[in-house]
């Protein structure tokens, strides 16, 4: 991460996960009002720093952009969004003709997926780094639209 380049293992995990988000986005944009939903989801993809700045998790480094915002959510507030975060999904859903409740189980995937990803680096690397923050949102995306699809 310091340096800037790219090992195998990063440059796969980042080629599989846009192959899932193009593939799920694919798929969504096809059905009617995919569009609108797809745009829901990508707004609510955002909601993965609720999870990564929170006071429970530290930051990997003192000097990095973890740094900047580790800490800085207190988990009352962080529940409350992912809160307001399943309300937005299931008024897209209904918005869009579909069945409500889908809106919580897309919302529930990206938070399995973001809270798997913080506990692995917190172990790993000791805590989150401005690319933790980044690759939280970009697989909480991709968790969405392959639940929605």
Same mark, same amino acid.
């Given at each position: ?10 440059a $796969?995990a ?13 798929s #969504?944009?096809?059905?009617a ?9 990508v ?14 998790v530290p ?12 800490g ?21 859903? *209904? ?9 919580p189980l ?7 997926v *973001? ?14 780094t401005?690319?933790?923050?980044? $690759?939280?949102?970009?697989?909480? #995306? $991709?968790?969405l ?5």
């Open positions: 991460m310091r340096t800037g380049n790219t090992g195998p293992a990063g $796969a980042l080629v599989l996960t846009l192959y899932i988000q193009v593939g799920a986005l694919t #969504l944009v096809q059905q009002g995919g569009p609108v939903l797809a745009g829901v989801l707004c609510v993809s955002r909601g993965a720093l609720l999870v990564t700045c929170q006071r429970s930051s990997a480094r003192s000097d990095g952009l973890g740094a900047t915002y580790a800085a959510i207190s988990p009352l507030v962080a529940v409350v969004g992912w809160a307001v975060l399943i309300a937005v999904t299931s008024a897209g859903f *209904v918005l869009t003709g579909e069945k409500w409740w889908r809106g897309c919302v529930v995937a990206a938070l399995v *973001v809270a798997w990803l913080v506990r692995r680096a917190v172990r790993r690397l000791g805590g989150v401005g690319d933790v923050y980044g $690759a939280a949102i970009e697989m909480s #995306l $991709a968790a639209l392959l639940a929605a699809s």
